[in-house]
Structures are given as C-alpha cells and as structure tokens.
C-alpha cells in the first residue's frame, strides 16, 4: 500500500474490509546497508483528495528497486496518476515523484502542510517541488505503470516503472527473474525464503501506527500463487512470516512497490502489492514480475533478465 504523507490510513483500510494497495516492514530488520539499490518514493496525486484542503492533491509514499542506471521498478498503484507539473495525467507519464536511496531518507527540508491548511494545497505542492529538486538526493522520474493496469482491479497489473532524469551509478543492482520462475519454485515452497525490503510502517492497529521511511527487511514463505481472494490467479503470490522457522516479518503500509528477493539474492522475483489486513498481520500479497507481460513491459525500458 502507498502511504499518504502526514496522514494515517490504517482506519481508512479497515473501514474498506478488503485487501488494499500499498504496504513497512513489520517485526523485521534494519537493512544495514545491504540493499543501496532500493528506495523510498515521494510522490504526488493532483486529483486525490486530502480532506484537510478545499481542493484536491495529496502526497505518497512507496518503494522501489533500481535494477538499472536510470530504471525502478515499482508497484502499478505507485506508478498511476502521478501529476505532470502539478496537472493530473491521464494515468501514466507523470514527473511529479521522486526517489531517494538513502538508508533514512531526510525530510527536514519538506514543507509541513500546517502552514498550508485549508486553502494553499497549490502552494503546497510548489513549494514541496521545490525543496525536493534542491535536496541532491532526491533524485527526480517520470512515472509509467504497466500498460493494463487498472486501479480497480490493481492486483492484476500491478507493475510500474520510474525512468531517472539522471543515471545512479551502482555497484549492484535488483535483477529480473527468469519467466515462470515462481512456478518452478511452489513445489518448493515451504524451504525456500524469500526477503522483502521496503520503507513503510513498522505497525499499524485500528487508530494508530509507527515507523516508517526507513529501509528494513523481513525473510518470508512462499505460501501460495492463488491470486488476491480467488480473483487473478496466477499473478500475485501470498508470503507469511507465520510459516516456520528463519521468517522474520512481513510488510505494511509504505512498502507498496518494493522489492522481494529470491533469498539473499538481487533477484526480483515479486512486489510489494496489497495487505492481506489493516494491521498488516497476516502476511503480504506481492505481484509476480516473472510473467511473460510484465517482462515485455520492462524490456521496453531496456532492461531484461
């Protein structure tokens, strides 16, 4: 799940009753430099609405994985409706998001939005675009979600790609998996660990979280590739820290988007997608990037297995 900024969506997610978009990193590890390639996103949604403005447009957060110099890949619903200059987009191509690969991204130079309220949400976004471009490590992108997503049915295609204006030169980074390669794997399932990384809530309950916008990482099961209740399966894989020895955690609200790694690989196999709960409890539901779609998407971009 994308988490909004300054504002908690847990009690909105269990009004909702359903597995939702965007999730941090629950009862895991700090990352202690073991992942440089992956990031926090900020980003901006001109036609959202954030109920403390008279008009509309709120900001996010999610995670990513450089997997080349100038490509993230990311979650679809961290990719779709971004804003171009502050202007809504048809759901692709918008520049207003940014990146930044630090362990604990710093935030000190991001406009708060009290001085803001009610009616200078416009301003808001000038003055937080501004801040964001002088700050060197956040890096500025132009967002792309995969050709078929669809937010209503977001767990289908829920891929999304950031193309750099500048290149980030990196000793390693995330590497695509083969197609059919969680296939290969299911039988499996119940030795193999997996790692998700992300920046998101490190707890959530009904009224209240903490955490958040700070690498970490939780070691994982396979449970299964049945989809999201039923619908889509095939595309979305389930993951627990409640299988067995050796897991760690699981994800929350702000890890949408970021990756999860066959083991202690670079390898990318799935991302972050939706909450199986509004407590982030019960595990995490990543969408598969190992299909023949989503791997013609990112090839497009140059990059490939």
């Not at 504002?7 to 597995?19: E, H």
């Not at 080349?68 to 759901?91: L, M, N, Q, R, Y």
């Not at 119940?190 to 916008?213: C, R």
């Not at 799935?270 to 989503?294: E, K, W």
Request: hydrophobic share 35%; with cysteine; aromatic share 10%.
């Amino acid at each position: 799940m994308r988490t909004k900024i300054l504002i908690s969506v847990a009690a909105v997610v269990a009004m909702l009753g359903l597995s939702t978009p965007a999730q941090a990193i629950v009862n895991g590890q700090a990352d202690n430099g073991e992942h440089p390639f992956v990031g926090e996103l900020l980003f901006y949604v001109p036609d959202a609405v954030d109920s403390r403005f008279t008009d509309p447009g709120s900001w996010y957060t999610c995670s990513g994985t450089l997997v080349s110099a100038t490509v993230v890949v990311t979650a679809g619903h961290c990719a779709f409706g971004i804003g171009e200059d502050g202007k809504p987009t048809t759901g692709s191509d918008g520049n207003d998001v940014w990146i930044n690969f630090s362990e604990i991204p710093d935030f000190s130079s991001f406009p708060p939005s009290a001085g803001y309220i009610p009616d200078r949400n416009e301003q808001r976004y000038l003055d937080r675009k501004a801040a964001l471009n002088a700050d060197p490590n956040w890096l500025e992108a132009t967002a792309f979600a995969h050709p078929q997503y669809d937010e209503s049915l977001f767990y289908m295609h829920d891929l999304g790609v950031l193309v750099l204006d500048k290149p980030v030169r990196s000793d390693t980074y995330g590497q695509l998996p083969d197609e059919g390669l969680l296939d290969s794997l299911v039988k499996q399932k119940s030795h193999l660990i997996f790692e998700a990384v992300g920046y998101g809530l490190e707890g959530a309950k009904l009224n209240s979280s903490f955490g958040g916008d700070t690498r970490r990482k939780a070691q994982q099961r396979l449970v299964n590739l049945n989809g999201v209740a039923g619908a889509g399966k095939g595309t979305s894989a389930k993951f627990s820290s409640n299988k067995g020895k050796n897991t760690t955690g699981g994800t929350c609200f702000g890890d949408s988007g970021g990756p999860i790694f066959r083991g202690d690989s670079t390898t990318l196999v799935a991302v972050t997608s939706y909450g199986i709960s509004p407590t982030c409890s019960d595990g995490t539901g990543g969408y598969r990037l190992d299909q023949a779609d989503d791997l013609d998407f990112l090839a497009t971009f140059g990059v490939t297995p």
